[in-house]
């Protein structure tokens, strides 16, 4: 009897691995799908193919000349694809007829209700409204001519995760010096714990607590207008991102092999310089990993801005101004949406350009990451 | 001899103070919702439900949210768990560490962790509710004019805290399955077990507090988050208790969000509020600390192991 290898010797085995390996994809199969799920709601808006215009260019036809249209023509005055054609009714369409004949009686006599607000143009870029007299950016997408410029919402979100790492960056990289490098080993075991326990308090109570608390004592402090703002909503922030920050500046202070301390202090420097001129230039790759992770947490967080950061979309950088960011605009807006309907892809356009921006500070923090970890641990044998 | 080193007198103690200026923001939260939330706590607080006024001090109660939160989360580690030990246990005992596709794997669950909780909510909305949910009811129920399984409900808010969640249970059990000594699988391989029996038989029992601290960890972060079941499946009121797959359901974490920021008169709600960020967060903590012990002993467990 010859050796039997590979599946032929254990099927059993061979079916499991294979099954087990299987499994093991799903994670990178939810990447996927989270990418591919979030861009195909946002694919007309970004393709340009779809129209958020009140008014029609085209004349109106009433439903009762519906037979005097070919199907191809009716289809293209319904904006339908053929598909979405088939599937309906003849009923339907008189409907969808009505409906359009409706939009067109309620469209409002502007020069702004032909324009198609949801393109990219009109997205990006400062537009003269009716009623302005200088071009501008806004974001009003429930009003009669959906206003749909995400640049200050795109401000907002910078603003208010630029306070929050300015708050959160100095304070938790100290902490991760202090713990890693100068503490006790004693004091360590019991400051870790208590830092991480900051990442176990829910967003949404870290929202509540800038809402009801810290905004009412930051006022008295700082004798502000608007009682929830940047600032507000910026610092609740930072103690959300303060413990992610914390854990992985720790992680890979941590990860210096303990000679290069040794060495040091033999040499006759103090366990500060130790720390500040040794153990921190070492780890300098992992403190930007943290700074990217914390960056990529704080941009992300919606329940916290949702409640604390005030929710009026201005454009402004100033952070006593009430502010509206991207998580808190998909969170708050889009139960209200028509399914499929132009401002729900938006929201969902958001969403994507979210999952860029995080995706890319993540893939960046955990390259540093793992090429630090690889070298120190290179160098320690 | 070498005369007092101010600076490093002075900045240790400068690190020193920011960690403990940390700890006093921490200390500051928590006293605050314990001050202001333990007299709101009464039997009739928790088990009472909000069928006549929720935003009635005298009359409201949360255990509508409480049973909701707990279903929610429940559901999720019945199917985040099983795909997140099996990754872990390719991860550990199959996969060679340096090939690309292990390290694809690693990116991914990395990167994971990373998605902002809202976009697991579009992402639940698209694809668990338009997706899943809607083909199925085109599939099975094509006469039905209500959608029965295409829209927000308990299931498909599990499901998506379920695939927020699978990092954690991942990493958690990485660490357990490394924590279990190689001369244990290399005596059972001796023994003529093949590779399966071993993992099956002696490594994941090993493994199993580790295991646990995983999904306790998952539930905790699950159990606090409220943006991933905004369009998923947590509803402002509901006047019953879900009572299938398909129902919506009321929730603790989303409650604090509608009590504070919807609420009529927020100085007369405030008790209730503050009532249900303490059982919020007394729940959450409860599960930190449980998985924070076991996890304590795993790690030194894992120190004696590998030296």
Redesign the interface.
């Known amino acids: 009897m010859g050796l039997e290898r590979g599946y032929r010797a254990?099927p059993?085995?061979w079916i499991?691995?294979k099954l087990?390996?299987l499994?093991?994809?799903?994670?990178?199969v939810?990447?996927f799908?989270?990418f591919v799920?979030?861009t195909?709601?946002a694919l007309p808006i970004l393709l340009g193919r779809m129209s958020s215009a009140a008014t029609l260019e085209t004349a109106v036809i009433p439903p009762s000349q519906m037979d005097s249209l070919s199907s191809e023509a009716l289809r293209q005055y319904l904006g339908l694809t053929p598909a979405e054609f088939a599937g309906k009714d003849r009923e339907t369409l008189e409907l969808l007829m009505e409906l359009k004949q409706e939009i067109a009686a309620e469209a409002p006599e502007d020069k702004d209700a032909t324009v198609n607000t949801a393109a990219w143009r009109y997205l990006l870029f400062p537009y003269q409204w009716t009623g302005y007299d200088h071009p501008v950016y806004i974001w009003q997408p429930v009003s009669a001519i959906h206003k749909y410029n995400i640049v200050p919402l795109i401000v907002g979100s910078l603003k208010t995760t630029l306070v929050a790492l300015l708050f959160a960056v100095?304070?938790?990289l100290?902490?991760a010096?202090?713990?890693s490098q100068?503490?006790s080993p004693r004091l360590k075991e019991w400051?870790k714990?208590?830092?991480?326990?900051?990442a176990?308090?829910?967003?949404?109570?870290?929202?509540?607590?800038g809402?009801?608390?810290m905004a009412t004592f930051l006022q008295n402090v700082f004798g502000y207008a608007s009682r929830l703002n940047a600032l507000v909503a910026g610092i609740a922030l930072g103690?959300a991102a303060?413990p992610v920050i914390?854990s992985i500046a720790e992680d890979a202070l941590t990860s210096v092999p303990r000679t290069y301390t040794e060495a040091a202090l033999a040499l006759g420097s103090?366990?500060?310089?130790a720390a500040?001129q040794i153990v921190l230039p070492a780890a300098v790759p992992g403190v930007f990993a943290a700074v990217a992770?914390g960056f990529?947490?704080a941009?992300?967080?919606?329940?916290v801005v949702?409640?604390a950061s005030g929710n009026a979309s201005i454009l402004s950088w100033s952070l006593f101004d009430s502010t509206r960011t991207i998580?808190a605009t998909?969170?708050a807006e889009?139960?209200e949406t028509v399914f499929g309907g132009h401002h729900y892809r938006i929201?969902?356009l958001l969403?994507a350009v979210?999952?860029a921006v995080?995706?890319l500070?993540?893939?960046a923090g955990?390259l540093v990451i793992q090429r630090l970890k690889k070298r120190l641990e290179g160098k320690r044998s | 001899m070498k005369s007092f080193?101010w600076?490093?007198?002075f900045?240790?103690g400068?690190?020193?103070?920011?960690?403990l200026?940390?700890?006093a923001?921490?200390a500051v939260?928590l006293g605050?919702?314990a001050m202001h939330g333990w007299p709101a706590i009464s039997w009739r607080f928790v088990s009472g439900g909000t069928e006549s006024d929720m935003f009635d001090v005298t009359k409201a109660g949360i255990f509508p949210m409480i049973f909701g939160t707990s279903a929610r989360v429940i559901l999720m580690t019945i199917f985040v768990i099983?795909?997140g030990v099996?990754?872990a246990?390719?991860?550990t005992e199959?996969?060679h560490t340096t090939s690309p596709i292990t390290r694809?794997?690693r990116?991914?669950?990395?990167?994971?962790?990373?998605?902002?909780?809202?976009?697991?909510?579009?992402?639940g909305?698209?694809?668990f509710i338009?997706?899943v949910g809607g083909g199925m009811d085109a599939l099975f129920y094509p006469d039905n004019p209500r959608p029965l399984w295409g829209k927000a409900a308990l299931i498909w808010a599990s499901m998506t805290l379920a695939?927020m969640t699978?990092?954690v249970v991942?990493v958690a059990t990485e660490e357990a399955l490394r924590a279990i000594p190689l001369g244990l699988r290399e005596a059972s391989l001796a023994l003529g077990a093949?590779?399966?029996q071993t993992i099956v038989k002696i490594v994941l029992p090993n493994a199993l507090p580790g295991i646990m601290t995983g999904g306790i960890l998952a539930v905790?972060r699950a159990?606090?988050?409220?943006?991933p079941i905004?369009?998923t499946g947590a509803a402002y009121f509901m006047a019953d208790l879900p009572k299938s797959l398909t129902d919506q359901f009321m929730d603790l974490?989303?409650h604090?969000?509608v009590l504070?920021?919807q609420s009529p008169n927020i100085d007369k709600t405030?008790p209730i509020?503050y009532g249900t960020?303490l059982v919020?967060?007394a729940l959450?903590?409860a599960l930190?600390f449980v998985a924070?012990l076991i996890r304590a002993r795993i790690r030194r467990h894992l120190r004696a192991v590998h030296g």
């Open positions: 254990r059993g085995e499991a691995e087990i390996f499994v093991s994809l799903t994670a990178m939810m990447i799908l989270i799920f979030v195909r709601e100095p304070l938790a100290a902490a010096l202090y713990v100068l503490a400051i714990p208590a830092i991480e326990l900051l176990g308090i829910p967003s949404v109570v870290l929202g509540f607590f809402l009801i608390v103690l303060l914390f103090s366990r500060w310089q500040w992770l990529g947490r941009i992300g967080e919606t329940m949702l409640m998580t998909i969170a889009l139960a929201l969902f969403g979210l999952f995080t995706f500070a993540n893939l955990d | 080193d600076v490093s007198f900045c240790t400068l690190t020193g103070l920011a960690t200026l940390i700890l923001i921490l939260i605050n919702i099983p795909v099996v990754t246990v390719y991860l199959y996969a694809v794997i990116g991914a669950v990395n990167n994971l962790a990373g998605v902002p909780s809202i976009v697991f909510g579009l992402f909305l698209g694809f338009g997706f695939v699978l990092p991942i093949t590779k399966l905790s159990a606090g988050e409220v943006a905004l369009f974490g989303y604090v969000f504070s920021t405030r509020l960020v919020l967060v959450t903590f930190n924070i």
